[in-house]
Structure formats: structure tokens, C-alpha cells
């Protein structure tokens, strides 16, 4: 069993910062591009910024300059620096990771369970 934990949300007063972690653990064989996805009340989940195994990173035009994706391999994890939170930040936040599972070969896309991010004064 694959698993992805997020943690760190909670409440931020706006231009407040917060640093979001996701663990991966399981039978990992290794893990490719990793990500975050958020989810604003009302709204789809979209796309926030990705990683990828070498390091080139992907953000969403909304976060540009604001936040930071980053990555530790040998602990499985990925990081979400958030600076300059605005209330349009509010969301679910979703880790998310392309990984190789069991033995090489063996692939899927697995996502985490959630952490909220409530930015209000």
C-alpha cells in the first residue's frame, strides 16, 4: 500500500505564510514528478505547481512569485512554501505523485488525503 500524508494547513491571517509537507511511504520503488493541487470551496481542484525528479519546477500563474515548491528524495517528500497568502488561497490542498510502486514496472498516480488552508483577518 502506497500512502501520501499531507500536513501543515490551518489558519493565516492574509500575506501570513505556511509550509505544506507530504510523506510518501509503501512499497515505492521510485517517485517521478510530484505535486500540489487545491481545491477552493465551491470550485474544481486545479493545478498549484509540480517537481520533478531532476528539479525543473511548474507553477500555476495565481502563485507565481508567492509560493515555493521543493523536494527531499531521500525522505519521499515534497514541500509547499506559501508567502504572501491571499484569501483566494483558501483551498484543500492535495499532495499528488507519478511513482513506481511494488518493483520497476508497476506505476500509478497516487494522491494524498487533504490539508485545509484557511486564510482570513
Known amino acids: 500500500q502506497v500512502q501520501l500524508v499531507e500536513s501543515g494547513g490551518g489558519l493565516v491571517q492574509p500575506g501570513g505564510s505556511l509550509r505544506l509537507s507530504c510523506a510518501a511511504s509503501?512499497?515505492?520503488?521510485?517517485?517521478?514528478?510530484m505535486g500540489w493541487y487545491r481545491q477552493p470551496p465551491g470550485k474544481q481542484r486545479e493545478l498549484v505547481a509540480t517537481i520533478t525528479e531532476d528539479g525543473r519546477t511548474e507553477y500555476a500563474d495565481s502563485v507565481k512569485g508567492r509560493f515555493t515548491i521543493a523536494r527531499d528524495s531521500d525522505k519521499n517528500a515534497v514541500y509547499l512554501l506559501m508567502d504572501s497568502l491571499k484569501p483566494e488561497d483558501k483551498a484543500v490542498y492535495y499532495c499528488?505523485?507519478?511513482?513506481?510502486?511494488?518493483?520497476?514496472?508497476?506505476?500509478?498516480?497516487?494522491w494524498g488525503q487533504g490539508t485545509l488552508v484557511t486564510v482570513s483577518s
Open positions: 509503501g512499497s515505492i520503488f521510485a517517485i517521478y514528478t
Open positions: 499528488n505523485a507519478d511513482l513506481e510502486y511494488d518493483d520497476h514496472g508497476d506505476v500509478m498516480n497516487a
